[in-house]
């Protein structure tokens, strides 16, 4: 692991633990084990470092697509994604609660909103393929988009806030189906 990502896999850490606005940049270099001197070479500031940070993670969040078989049926590909991206943020819980706090937040440039959102070109390829071939309904992309990862992230956060057994995803996996399907 480099420099910069040791940086960046402490501020996670403090980001996930404290919050973005009660961790200060000296927090994070002390935690990377590095000086001052040393963040600002790689970042200029905070709100740099946060965007880096999340593209970092959706750059990461890419490996769910890499399996993606597009012989298999829309609904199989799809249960694939929506399964396979829900156990990246499990197997990850820093990297959820991380995009869970920057989901709707101003300090996510447009510019690193866009790169994030190159790790679900598959799957809104997928989205569009479906619409073309009435097998999902035509709604904007960006709205199924919308409900799909707002379907997500509440099962994410009911699913990390249980303290009895976990359930499996199934029975959201089918309502959220049942509700794009054509």
Same mark, same amino acid.
Do not use: C
């Given at each position: 692991?480099?420099?910069?990502?040791?940086?960046?896999?402490?501020?996670?850490?403090?980001?996930?633990?404290?919050?973005?606005?009660?961790?200060?940049?000296?927090?994070?270099?002390?935690?990377?084990?590095?000086?001052?001197?040393?963040?600002?070479?790689?970042?200029?500031?905070?709100?740099?470092?946060?965007?880096?940070?999340?593209?970092?993670?959706?750059?990461?969040?890419?490996?769910?697509?890499?399996?993606?078989?597009?012989?298999?049926?829309?609904?199989?590909?799809?249960?694939?994604?929506?399964?396979?991206?829900?156990?990246?943020?499990?197997?990850?819980?820093?990297?959820?609660? =991380?995009?869970?706090? @920057?989901?709707?937040?101003?300090?996510? $440039? !447009? %510019?690193?909103?866009?790169?994030? +959102?190159?790790?679900?070109?598959?799957?809104?390829?997928?989205?569009?393929?479906?619409?073309?071939?009435?097998?999902?309904?035509?709604?904007?992309?960006?709205?199924?988009?919308?409900?799909?990862?707002?379907? =997500?992230?509440?099962? @994410?956060?009911?699913?990390?806030?249980? $303290? !009895? %057994?976990?359930?499996?995803?199934? +029975?959201?996996?089918?309502?959220?189906?049942?509700?794009?399907?054509?």
């Amino acid at each position: 692991m480099n420099k910069k990502e040791s940086i960046l896999l402490s501020a996670l850490e403090l980001l996930t633990q404290k919050g973005v606005h009660n961790t200060p940049m000296s927090a994070i270099a002390k935690e990377a084990g590095t000086g001052m001197g040393t963040i600002y070479n790689y970042f200029k500031n905070k709100d740099e470092l946060i965007n880096e940070l999340y593209v970092y993670i959706k750059a990461k969040e890419k490996s769910v697509f890499i399996p993606f078989d597009n012989t298999q049926p829309v609904k199989t590909q799809f249960e694939n994604y929506f399964s396979n991206l829900i156990d990246f943020f499990i197997k990850n819980p820093s990297y959820y609660s =991380i995009i869970e706090q @920057l989901h709707a937040s101003p300090i996510i $440039t !447009e %510019k690193s909103k866009e790169d994030g +959102n190159s790790s679900v070109k598959p799957f809104l390829d997928l989205i569009l393929f479906g619409k073309q071939h009435r097998i999902i309904k035509d709604i904007a992309s960006d709205e199924l988009l919308l409900f799909i990862g707002g379907a =997500i992230l509440s099962y @994410l956060r009911w699913y990390f806030n249980q $303290t !009895e %057994k976990k359930r499996p995803i199934s +029975n959201q996996l089918q309502l959220v189906w049942d509700a794009i399907k054509e």
